[in-house]
């Protein structure tokens, strides 16, 4: 079906407002925030309720039009892009609260609300919704991904956050699964079959989120060591001190070198380690900095700074969060491929061992590494120019991949499958990708679910 004929059949649902096939809003939904190629969607939707996304989804699945959702784009593995042209569902004007449940900890509401938007107005209840991607991205993407961040180390990823949610099945069907009840065990777990699934198994259109109180003391540290081997050491062993960091980041002498230029950060151009702790008392607070300095003065830190002063903790975390802005912008003539690994946070020594000495030194690039430590996760920045390739980058990252894999690990701790990680699926899961293949297949049949996403036969050739 060409779009000609597909718009008069969406404008019999929604206004005409809530529909596109301008060229500029199809190019500016044409791809997320990475380096997959791009591809424009035939028309762009608007819903506003849950109804309407049900009406169209009982159109394109009656007429087998691909159906794409859109969070806010932000990406990192092509995963929104609509790269079989077809609808394009913008969950943006879907972002409202629906209810604060202050008591129970909880809020419900649409997925197209940005997380950052969430927690300004939370902040009033003195609570917050705890996975922080750095990016503002949507509730529903969050979702959609199982984005995590640096706080996850202690709250856990979206996957850890999410009680109860409203889904439209690919034939228009609106569904409930879970509750707000904080356990539940009664049958399948569909909350978490839909959360990672990419937007290829049904739309969110409602969900109810766990709360974390915002805590009434919170210390930033800063250790920077002489080794990589020193500073990742410690972070195994703060780990294992059972002082609960709620973040653990690691960030190699590169990164902290830009971040002294970019942001001048008081830091030293070294591998360094930023903490941060949350307490209920600032006794606690004190004695686990104690603890913590200990710990790094035994791994041989050569700097150690801690600050419970909320405007230098804000400049560290923006710093850190813009870590990926601050590379992009101060490196114009060269792209990065974001690698996503993590393992077990044992094998997490040995994997970045790997990328210094498999990955970065034997092909003399620069690539900064980030990670959020605590979790196992680490992030290679690896630049491609016309020195060096794109396929270059992805052979290094397809190493790394498999790497990871070997450790028992993933090929991606945050960013998704999309079409990034679609060829290593078969390694990771074996057989039990067939099983995903099986559900896909009953929940959507006709397979318009964002098409060539997760699956290595679906995905185009990139
Ligand atoms: C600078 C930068 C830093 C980042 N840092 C992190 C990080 O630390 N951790 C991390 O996890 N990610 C990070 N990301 C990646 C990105 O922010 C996350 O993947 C995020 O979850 C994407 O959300 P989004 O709203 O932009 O979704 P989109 O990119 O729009 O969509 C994501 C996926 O969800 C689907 N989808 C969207 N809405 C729905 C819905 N309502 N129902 C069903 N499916 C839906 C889409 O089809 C797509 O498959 C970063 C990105 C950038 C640019």
């Known amino acids: 079906m060409t779009y000609q004929e597909i718009v008069p059949l969406l404008t019999r649902i929604l206004t005409p407002g809530q529909v596109s096939i301008s060229d500029t809003d199809r190019a500016l939904h044409a791809k997320d925030q990475s380096f997959h190629q791009p591809s424009k969607p035939d028309v762009i939707v608007w819903p506003e309720s849950a109804l309407q996304v049900s009406q169209i989804l009982i159109l394109a699945n009656e007429y087998e039009i691909p159906l794409t959702a859109w969070g806010a784009g932000t990406s990192l593995e092509g995963n929104p892009i609509p790269v079989r042209g077809g609808i394009l569902l913008s969950l943006e004007r879907m972002n409202k609260i629906i209810a604060i449940q202050a008591d129970d900890f909880q809020v419900t509401v649409q997925p197209g609300l940005g997380y950052k938007d969430l927690n300004v107005q939370l902040a009033r209840y003195g609570l917050f919704f705890a996975p922080d991607p750095g990016a503002n991205a949507s509730i529903g993407g969050m979702i959609a991904n199982n984005a995590a961040g640096s706080r996850t180390v202690r709250y856990g990823a979206t996957r850890d956050n999410v009680l109860r949610m409203e889904v439209v099945l690919a034939d228009g069907q609106v ?233 028992g690990g993933t090929c991606t701790g945050e960013h998704g499958v999309g079409l990034g990680k679609a060829r290593f699926m078969p390694i990771e899961h074996g057989g039990a990708l067939e099983v995903m293949r099986m559900i896909k297949k009953t929940l959507d049949p006709k397979g318009i679910l964002n098409p060539g996403k997760i699956f290595l036969e679906d995905a185009p050739n990139d």
Not at 214 to 241: C, D, K, L, M
Not at 251 to 261: K, P, R, Y
Not at 272 to 282: G, K, N, Q, V
Not at 383 to 407: G, H, T
């Open 175 to 407: 569904i409930h699964v879970g509750s707000r009840s904080v356990k539940q065990s009664a049958g399948f777990d569909l909350v978490h079959l839909f959360i990672g699934s990419e937007g290829t198994l049904g739309i969110i259109t409602e969900a109810t989120l766990r709360l974390s109180p915002i805590p009434e003391h919170i210390s930033a540290i800063v250790a920077a060591f002489n080794t990589v081997q020193a500073a990742v050491e410690t972070v195994v062993a703060v780990r294992g001190s059972g002082l609960d960091p709620a973040a653990l980041e690691f960030l190699d002498a590169f990164s902290a070198q830009m971040l002294i230029e970019a942001e001048g950060l008081d830091l030293l151009p070294k591998p360094t380690l930023f903490m941060e702790f949350h307490a209920a008392h600032s006794s606690a607070l004190d004695a686990g900095i104690k603890i913590v300095e200990a710990i790094c003065r035994d791994f041989g830190t050569i700097s150690f700074q801690a600050t419970t002063n909320a405007t230098e903790r804000k400049k560290l975390w923006d710093a850190r969060h813009r870590h990926y802005e601050i590379v992009v912008r101060t490196h114009p003539d060269q792209n990065f491929l974001v690698t996503d690994t993590c393992v077990p946070l044992s094998a997490y020594i040995e994997l970045v061992n790997f990328i210094e000495q498999q990955i970065r030194q034997p092909n003399r690039i620069e690539a900064p590494l980030v990670g959020h430590a605590g979790d196992g996760n680490i992030h290679v920045l690896i630049p491609f120019d016309q020195n060096f390739s794109y396929e270059r980058a992805q052979q290094l990252n397809a190493q790394l991949v498999k790497k990871a894999i070997s450790l």
